[in-house]
């Protein structure tokens, strides 16, 4: 793979904030031809930097009210596999991220109210082999930065700061 220059970081910028932007409007914006746009992303996901494009769907808008983060422990002979993938098969679970420290993995699940949120906790959650602990936090508001935002120039980082 080749290193990624200063218009790869700008596609992926502009893919990450819109994918569904078209090839004629990026190289519009980027102010370069749409053969030089096509080509690079097509590298890019050869590449595997672009690993897919996705819609983000509001879990309100499907009836899903209640966000929340459970921190789990689990015995120190429960496998890798099992704590990542058991837990995974749930439909309620969208995430589940094995962590170092104090907690072994951070599960992400959508509730539709406090009584479905009670049964996923109690009745599926609580029922994973080899729990020891386990604590919920319920999502207040949150904030998602877009991860290429750390890849941008100090020019093009100070011109986002000022707009």
Do not use: C
């Amino acid at each position: 793979m080749r290193p990624l220059d200063e218009l790869d970081l700008a596609i992926l910028a502009e893919l990450e904030n819109n994918a569904r932007i078209m090839i004629s409007e990026l190289a519009r914006r980027l102010t370069s031809p749409p053969s030089t746009i096509r080509d690079r992303i097509q590298r890019l996901e050869d590449d595997g930097v672009i690993n897919g494009y996705t819609a983000i769907i509001n879990p309100e808008k499907l009836g899903l009210g209640i966000k929340a983060v459970i921190k789990v422990k689990r015995a120190e002979n429960i496998s890798l596999e099992n704590s990542l993938y058991e837990p995974s098969k749930l439909l309620a679970v969208t995430r589940v991220q094995a962590l170092t420290g104090d907690t072994d993995e951070h599960i992400t699940i959508y509730a539709h109210d406090v009584e479905d949120l009670k049964d996923i906790i109690y009745n599926k959650i609580g029922s994973l082999s080899g729990l020891s602990w386990l604590s919920t936090g319920i999502v207040l508001d949150e904030i998602s930065s877009p991860l290429t935002r750390r890849f941008r120039t100090k020019k093009n980082s100070e011109e986002q700061e000022n707009s």
